[in-house]
Nanobody, 114 residues
Framework: QVQVVESGGGLVQTGGSLRLACAAS????????MSWYRQAPGKERELVAR????????NVADSVKGRFTISRDHAKKTVYLQMNNLTPADPAVYYC???????WGQGTQVTVSS
């Protein structure tokens, strides 16, 4: 059974940092691309970043380039999203997604205070 569980969300001040983690199980993590998406209230879910099984970063949203970094640890079966210099445009529920399995996590809330 495919399962991805996000953690690491919370409240941070503008300019602060958070690191999100997505723990995966139930599939061969090392060969699967992984993605982070986010959805703000009243907006469509959008792709934040995507990483291949070999660690190549293939997609990064223009709005987060230079601030967010996706990475993965095969030993821990975990994908990360390091978010730096957070702004009032970044608050959303952040989701982990396994494209080849069409599986979503439950999401983790990120809130940025000004």
């Amino acid at each position: 059974q495919v399962q991805v569980v996000e953690s690491g969300g919370g409240l941070v001040q503008t300019g602060g940092s958070l690191r999100l983690a997505c723990a995966a199980s139930g599939f061969t993590f090392s060969i699967n691309p992984m993605s982070w998406y986010r959805q703000a209230p009243g907006k469509e879910r959008e792709l934040v970043a995507r990483i291949t099984g070999t660690g190549e970063i293939t997609n990064v949203a223009d709005s987060v380039k230079g601030r967010f970094t996706i990475s993965r640890d095969h030993a821990k079966k975990t994908v990360y999203l390091q978010m730096n210099n957070l702004t009032p445009a970044d608050p959303a529920v952040y989701y982990c997604y396994v494209p080849r399995r069409d599986s979503w996590g439950q999401g983790t809330q990120v809130t940025v205070s000004s």
